[in-house]
């Protein structure tokens, strides 16, 4: 196999062609500024408005709800950190779960160290955050709620819809980093009684470095960035004209047909789930077996190290991720997995495959192989393995 096999895309994915088209003009012949009032400036103006609409479309929002941001993390930051000091007549509590995004669970961590008191909710065998835990952690001083949509990791689908029921009842607001959901899911802000959410391009075949924050008209927003007057006051600086284009082209595509989308990843998903467990012994299964993101898988394979089994497969072609902190240069075992129960080995020896609609059923063949072939061959090497094939 020549072609690269590419199944990480939870962590970026590629620009789609359509995308790249509709942001050329803005580096090139469009390049005016927003803020100037002639010819140029405005014909910038209308691409980015024009963009905030497609956003607002996507998930049942309002164009004045929709604050763009450089990132998914910038998002989480704001919202949080906005929410945090606005707020901060009513109360200082906070309700979010152990298996957040770093963004959102070191954002807390830091207000935390300014005196604010930080709920972390455990999560059940699934990665699931129970609604119920939910309600009966709200207290007087509670402001805010932030719980993903769905988990990076593992793929899990949190209740979001009973959540917000639950936070609109009680008078708390409820933010969620919708970063893996976004046309993946379909969602409804209005339905499912969102106040904020999170979101980024670069996950739905858009650029990085091009986010939003959804914000319901009424819930008090405080500026992010101070200087210029664009987003509303809220975040100044030169907008990213082309980025912001390619946000709204990328969202209009990923959630136009997510159904469609959902069937097929599903399908090679469920395939290369049970076709792995089947072929390699001692494997199982991490996150929600249904109610998990239609392309994500991840799965522990006991007596390896993820580390090695990740470098064996990239030389076989296969992109994959360990789906731990240990890609970005920690050792420390994933916190979404050791939330799940798992012992510190098995968190080890974990892989995430996250499909996109490229990925085809005969590549999922061939990684079946190459994963059953290099996990034995590991196994092979581990004295642990030895030592537990004697026993038996
Ligand atoms: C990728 C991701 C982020 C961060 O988004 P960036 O645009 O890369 O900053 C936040 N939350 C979740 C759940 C993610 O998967």
Request: overall charge negative; charged content about 25%; aromatic content about 6%.
């Amino acid at each position: 196999m020549t072609k690269r096999i590419y199944v990480d895309n939870a962590a970026t994915t590629k620009v789609a062609p359509e995308v790249v088209e509709a942001m050329l003009p803005y580096f090139t012949e469009d390049y005016g500024n927003p803020s100037s009032i002639y010819n140029e400036g405005r014909t910038a103006k209308k691409a980015v408005e024009n963009a905030r609409e497609k956003v607002a479309c996507a998930i049942g929002a309002d164009p004045k709800e929709i604050y763009f941001t450089g990132s998914g993390s910038e998002a989480d930051n704001w919202a949080i950190r906005s929410v945090a000091r606005a707020y901060k007549d009513k109360g200082n509590h906070i309700i979010t779960s152990a298996v957040e995004h770093h963004a959102i669970l070191h954002t807390c961590q830091d207000l935390e160290k300014q005196g604010y008191e930080v709920t972390y909710l455990p999560v059940d065998e699934y990665g699931m955050v129970s609604a119920e835990d939910v309600k009966n952690a709200i207290k007087d001083n509670t402001i805010l709620i932030s719980i993903m949509f769905a988990n990076n990791e593992i793929g899990t689908i949190m209740p979001i819809a009973e959540i917000g029921k639950i936070a609109k009842e009680a008078g708390v607001l409820f933010h969620t980093d919708a970063v893996q959901a976004v046309g993946n899911v379909p969602i409804d802000v209005k339905a499912m009684n969102i106040d904020m959410l999170s979101l980024t391009a670069h996950k739905f075949h858009g650029p990085k470095g091009s986010g939003a924050l959804y914000v319901r008209s009424g819930v008090k927003l405080t500026s992010f960035i101070t200087g210029g007057a664009q987003e509303r006051m809220r975040r100044a600086g030169t907008e990213n004209v082309p980025g912001i284009v390619g946000l709204g082209k990328a969202i209009e595509m990923a959630t136009a047909d997510i159904e469609a989308k959902q069937k097929k990843l599903t399908e090679i998903r469920d395939t290369y789930i049970k076709k792995v467990l089947e072929r390699v012994p001692y494997s199982r299964l991490n996150g929600h077996p249904t109610q998990r993101l239609a392309g994500n898988a991840n799965i522990s394979f006991e007596f390896i190290e993820g580390e090695g089994l990740l470098l064996s497969l990239d030389m076989k072609g296969i992109s994959a991720s360990s789906g731990s902190a240990c890609t970005s240069g920690s050792l420390d075992p994933s916190h979404v997995l050791l939330a799940i129960g798992l012992k510190h080995e098995q968190a080890h020896g974990s892989l995430r495959t996250s499909f996109g609609e490229d990925n085809t059923l005969e590549e999922v063949d061939y990684m079946v192989d190459s994963i059953a072939e290099i996990v034995d061959r590991l196994r092979q090497m581990s004295p642990l393995y030895e030592e537990m094939m004697k026993k038996n």
